[in-house]
T-cell receptor, first 113, second 115 residues
Framework: RKEVEQDPGPFNVPEGATVAFNCTYS??????FFWYRQDCRKEPKLLMS???SGNEDGRFTAQLNRASQYISLLIRDSKLSDSATYLC??????????????FGKGTHLIIQP | EPEVTQTPSHQVTQMGQEVILRCVPI?????FYWYRQILGQKVEFLVS????????KSEIFDDQFSVERPDGSNFTLKIRSTKLEDSAMYFC?????????????FGNGTRLTVT
């Protein structure tokens, strides 16, 4: 059974701080990894894809550890607008088919002024 | 920026009734998806659709559910006989391709309430 596990939080973090959270996935056939952001009662929005070598997009850094089957997200210099639920998402990519994404339940982040 | 659009934003229906949720994917996208999110729960995959047929479906997507692309722009999800537990937010999504570099773009959802 495909599972993606995340610490639900909430993480209460002062503005300007650095925060990191991880997620683990159980399906070793997972090939694609993403972090999505979801605001309350809104649709998930892609934050960034996660590449094997790790990647950075502004204040956000994502890392992938295939051996341990976990993905991390680091947010530096956190802003009030970063308050949201961060969804760890994996995809199996069985080849040719449009495989569905498997979502974690999300980590709730609250940035405090 | 092109968007996935969904209608209606909120649908209230009585148990046992049929509902059709509508989506207009981004025009040059080829892969289409439906997901649902029960309040307070995680986003769950229902079905993917490519080349006018279902590509993959989850165990949630039973005989009560069907999808259709009736014309070149719409992608619909039909629930034949709604149950109370079908109450959820339903998200449509589309992507250009199916690989890792073709992320999904989600619509803003239809909130289905079954009474």
């Amino acid at each position: 059974r495909k599972e993606v596990e995340q610490d639900p939080g909430p993480f209460n973090v002062p503005e300007g701080a650095t925060v990191a959270f991880n997620c683990t996935y159980s399906n070793s056939a997972s090939q694609s990894f993403f972090w999505y952001r979801q605001d309350c009662r809104k649709e998930p929005k892609l934050l960034m894809s996660v590449y094997s070598s790790g990647n950075e997009d502004g204040r956000f850094t994502a890392q992938l550890n295939r051996a341990s089957q976990y993905i991390s997200l680091l947010i530096r210099d956190s802003k009030l607008s970063d308050s949201a639920t961060y969804l760890c998402v994996v995809k199996a990519d069985s080849g040719g088919g449009a495989d569905g994404l498997t979502f974690g339940k999300g980590t709730h982040l609250i940035i405090q002024p | 920026e092109p968007e996935v659009t969904q209608t209606p934003s909120h649908q209230v229906t009585q148990m046992g009734q049929e509902v059709i949720l509508r989506c207009v994917p981004i025009s040059n996208h080829l892969y289409f998806y439906w997901y649902r999110q029960i309040l307070g729960q995680k986003v769950e995959f229902l079905v993917s659709f490519y080349n006018n047929e279902i590509s993959e479906k989850s165990e949630i997507f039973d005989d009560q559910f069907s999808v259709e692309r009736p014309d070149g722009s719409n992608f619909t999800l039909k629930i034949r006989s709604t149950k109370l537990e079908d109450s959820a937010m339903y998200f449509c999504a589309s992507s250009v391709g199916s690989s890792y570099n073709s992320p999904l773009h989600f619509g803003n959802g239809t909130r289905l309430t079954v009474t």
